[in-house]
């Protein structure tokens, strides 16, 4: 598909010219290599803001970004995601005119052409947080993948009392007022630090909606860094304490 072919469609999915100028895309990237170029260059057909955290990567991927009109952060070791995408937060806040931060993974698991999608999501409903919803019922899909992803959602519906059918989807669209309120108190970390985000939105009373999109996975990627045992249980502990903190709804609404 050309280049013309893809933001006609793009621009029939979203109808809202303000997808370009208001949104910004957030890529937190550790040793993704030549898998992050494309995904990048994807990002900047449909938006004007994109900020790259690399993540102490060792392979020099960020070094071949410095061509792009991008925002860069560098950690100068590996801290893990939950503090990339902090980071990230904060770059892309400082954007005027930014209403919302989309996060896609730098591996090319997050097709950037679903963002018109999740934006018009976001807008419609009016989201604090929109959740990019994957299908796991897939044969592609390993049975390790689809059960845990299911106890997850199960787990996350119990506690919260809010069905949520993708809780483990890094594909998200955050609104600036969400990342306002919870950014100056959100811990760092891997994988949790998303959970975290997502129990407390739900916690505090925060809009938070799922969207579908299209389950792209790859078996054996060699650009994934979660760890089959060690991330798991550190989402699952992010989980229980964060959900089992008393509620704390916001006194005022914007």
């Avoid at 919302?100 to 807008?123: C, N, R, S």
């Avoid at 992803?149 to 009392?161: G, I, P, S």
Wanted: proline share 6%; glycine share 10%.
């Amino acid at each position: 598909m050309s280049g013309e072919q893809v933001g006609a469609r793009d621009m029939a999915q979203s109808g809202d010219p303000s997808l370009r100028r208001t949104l910004a895309v957030l890529v937190p990237c550790y040793n993704a290599g030549e898998r992050v170029r494309p995904v990048i260059e994807a990002a900047l057909a449909r938006v004007d803001h994109v900020v790259v955290v690399d993540d102490g990567s060792t392979d020099g991927a960020a070094a071949a970004l410095a061509d792009l009109p991008i925002r860069l952060v560098t950690f100068p070791e590996n801290r893990g995601k939950g503090f990339a995408i902090l980071e990230g937060f904060r770059a892309a806040l400082s954007v005027p005119g930014v209403s919302g931060v989309a996060i896609i993974d730098a591996d090319g698991q997050h097709d950037p052409g679903e963002l018109p999608g999740l934006y018009k999501t976001f807008v419609d409903t009016g989201a604090d947080l929109v959740i990019g919803s994957r299908t796991f019922d897939l044969a592609h899909v390993p049975w390790r993948s689809r059960f845990g992803n299911k106890l997850t959602a199960v787990l996350t519906r119990l506690l919260l009392k809010q069905p949520i059918p993708d809780t483990q989807s890094g594909y998200r669209i955050h609104s600036r007022r969400l990342l306002e309120d919870l950014l100056p108190s959100l811990r760092g970390g891997r994988y949790e630090t998303e959970t975290e985000l997502l129990v407390r939105a739900v916690r505090e009373g925060y809009c938070v909606v799922s969207s579908p999109i299209a389950t792209i996975y790859e078996e054996g990627n060699p650009s994934s860094h979660f760890g089959k045992l060690r991330d798991p249980f550190r989402i699952y502990r992010r989980l229980f304490v964060t959900a089992l903190r008393r509620s704390r709804r916001r006194a005022t609404r914007d």
